[in-house]
């Protein structure tokens, strides 16, 4: 056929990177074959060249600077594994202005700087693929951005951190609190030595942002994204959502209200007949819901090397099949500014309120009365269990709004018989 | 812009068809917004002058004759939404001959004349989109095509039936017996007039073919997928299954083995944890199993007029990006051919049997010994229900190759003191 080579460039040999380096070795002639390429991994850079003498690729081809690989006039595609806004922001535009795709599993960059890349990239006529950024190697921006693109998305509801979703299946399945249940994610390599993005739900809110963003055609304000992670959640918490028939999650939710947007993360309590509730330890997945279409919902392991692996070259051989003349690329993710946002006050649940009272007469007559003038009804009370002299009560609301929620339980904080430090969860019938 | 527009001819207004005009109408500037694209709905083709007359569009723009649009030299895409073989595929060769880009729902087609047709289509610089003909509106074609293209499939598992889905799902939760849950699925709509193509397992069949095809990268012989379908399944079954802890699910399985491709369509048993267990009523799931992405699921509502319809218009926007030049629609779906297959005989499974007899002594260690003559080993043995005066007997077999278990069920059965018409389920542990 006499193709062209199309020459990647790969920056970051971390976990995915070294994967997709694997990858080239195992599928390569596959891949070619399959989608009339002929792709070629030119160049490798890291800094860290410890690393670099692990492969078995001859020495002009690595680099340790990233920034000589984004110059490099023979590199048609950049792969951007190095992760974090900076330098990799930077790498990115420096690539763009040269004339390369770009390929990236860089979610916290394209959840915060996004549009701005994209917008670059459409100004030359290229383009940047990150399929990778979101849910491993299970398809998701594709079918967003091609597949669901004739209906109104109104809702997306996912489990989209495994770190988190491991941990709250090992507290639930074995009974281990939170700690114990992270040194567990760590041992088996499901938690980072710096576990905080995940732990405290910024992973997946910059997930939720980059979905949202394509669901619903707009760009996303990150400050506008309500973020409570699972360092509060107690092994007491889980047992009492099994005694109301709920398991809880770390979800990311993001709906299309008539108001605005509304994105949130937080720990969840969902019927244990839910779909979600069987999501267990290091899967993901996520319910997209339209008009027409009704609730899709995709399944996989949304973390690892080797799925995420797959995920990066398949936006390599699009890159490819784009730079072959095979797609043109420009004319998608049109987004809207302006976007009007839902605060989280705003929104109207059903509450989960654990807290601790004094044992004496009157207590539940006190804190009711406080919720009954502040208009919040009650679903249940549980009284059966205490810590020290004390008794801990758990309420379940019915929906009501978040912001009169939040105004009776400091309310119900500030009666003396009540001891402070509430834990709150919401639920999703 | 000064965009052109691109001029849509849709044939057959039935239950997808008719939602299809109703996207047109209620969707269109939307999704010509969001792709820079005009698209415009020019004419519909329906043999029936009374469906005509329902639609709110101008009288010039209907035709009663498919053939005459598929020559209208204005049309740019041509929506096939007639099914089955004939004239569909007349009509579609015609469509292309006379340049013209196809979306099409028609999974009987695709499955047994696809590689023609796609050849045909390739000749032409042209393509043929068919995202509608599996799933409804789960996206499934677009993801095996693009996303999961680095990686080596070797099985999909799904249920990709929904008329069957929900007679079983009510079978099971109701105790209906298969009639009466056909009459109920008849009534909510979600068995066709003739079922024989659901019940009997053809459709999924067709859909299994399509998926298989593209998983795999091979030309599909229809005359090797072994297909049984649910009409001889009983309560009782599903009752016998649910005390060994299983649902009774049809299953469409494509395998990729080191011999060969086997692909079959049949009830299974499946353990009532499998995810695929609480798949229920009319939805649809699938497995995709990757050697490095792991499982991948896509779950929704395989069928309906308003699902399958955003299936429909997300290929029609895709036909019409390529129309414009933005996609170049050759080099994809290389397929090879002379696939070695292997004939479901050669499979080993487990095996669920309900037969028969006479309530003597002798009779379980007569039919015993033909099994273990035959190297079938049993799993479980229960005899505790009563038919007249005979004693039912079910057996669950350990794994064993289905050419030495037909044997042995042959021998059983010709013992005297076993009755004829035994019911065979496979288990899928």
Redesign the interface.
């Known amino acids: 056929m006499g193709k062209q080579a199309v020459k990647v460039g790969l920056l970051g040999l971390g976990t995915i990177g070294s ?1 997709v380096v694997e ?1 080239f070795e195992s ?1 390569l002639d ?2 070619n ?4 390429l002929q792709l070629v991994l030119e160049r490798v850079a890291e800094r860290d060249p410890e690393k670099l003498k692990s492969l078995k690729i001859p020495a002009e081809k690595m680099l340790t600077s990233a920034f000589e690989l984004v110059k490099d006039p023979n590199i048609d595609i950049v792969i951007e594994l190095i992760g974090g806004l900076e330098p990799a922001r930077s790498l990115i535009r420096e690539a763009l202005e040269n004339g390369k795709y770009v390929v990236t599993a860089n979610k916290d960059l394209i959840a915060t700087h996004g549009d701005e890349l994209l917008e670059l990239a459409r100004s030359r006529n290229l383009n940047i693929y990150y ?1 990778a950024s979101v849910g491993g ?3 998701l921006i ?2 967003l951005k ?7 998305l109104n809702r997306v509801v996912g489990i989209l951190n495994g770190t988190t979703n491991y941990i709250l299946t090992r507290m639930s399945c074995e009974g281990l609190e939170f700690n114990a249940a992270l040194a567990q994610a760590r041992e088996k390599g499901f938690a980072e030595a710096d576990p905080s993005s995940d732990i405290e739900g910024r992973d997946a809110s910059y997930k939720l942002m980059i979905m949202a963003g394509l669901a619903f ?1 707009c760009s996303i304000d990150p400050a506008q994204v309500y973020v409570e992670g699972i360092t509060g959640i107690t092994v007491g918490d889980i047992n009492y959502a099994r005694e109301i028939g709920c398991v809880i999650k770390l979800l990311a939710i993001g709906e299309k209200l008539p108001a605005g947007i509304a994105l949130r993360v937080h720990p969840t309590m969902i019927s244990q007949n839910h ?1 979600l509730a ?1 999501v267990n330890n290091e899967f993901n ?1 996520v319910f997209i819901e ?1 008009e ?10 949304g973390a690892g090397g ?2 995420t ?6 936006d ?3 890159a490819a ?1 784009c730079k072959e ?4 690329c ?3 993710e ?1 987004k809207t500014t302006g976007t009007l946002y839902v605060p989280v006050e705003d929104l109207s649940s059903s509450f989960y309120l654990r807290f601790l009272a004094e044992d004496r007469p009157g207590v539940l007559a006190a804190f009711s009365k406080v919720f009954g003038d502040n208009q919040v009804s009650l679903d249940m009370v549980i009284q059966k269990r205490r810590v020290g002299d004390l008794a801990e009560i758990v309420l379940v609301t019915h929906l009501v709004r978040e912001a009169a929620f939040r105004t009776a339980v400091d309310q119900v904080m500030n009666l003396e018989m009540i001891r402070p430090n509430p834990s709150t969860i919401r639920l999703m019938i």
Chains 1, 2 share one sequence.
Not at 309 to 314: G, I, K, N, Y
Not at 325 to 328: F, K, N
């Open positions: 994967r990858l599928n596959m891949i074959e399959k989608n009339d399929e190697g299970i398809p594709r079918p091609h597949s669901l693109v004739a209906d109104r055609g779909p069987s997945a339209g027409l279409v009704g609730e899709v919902m995709f399944y996989g392991r080797a799925p692996s797959t995920a990066v070259m398949a390599v051989v699009e099949r003349g095979y797609v043109v420009n004319g998608v049109k």
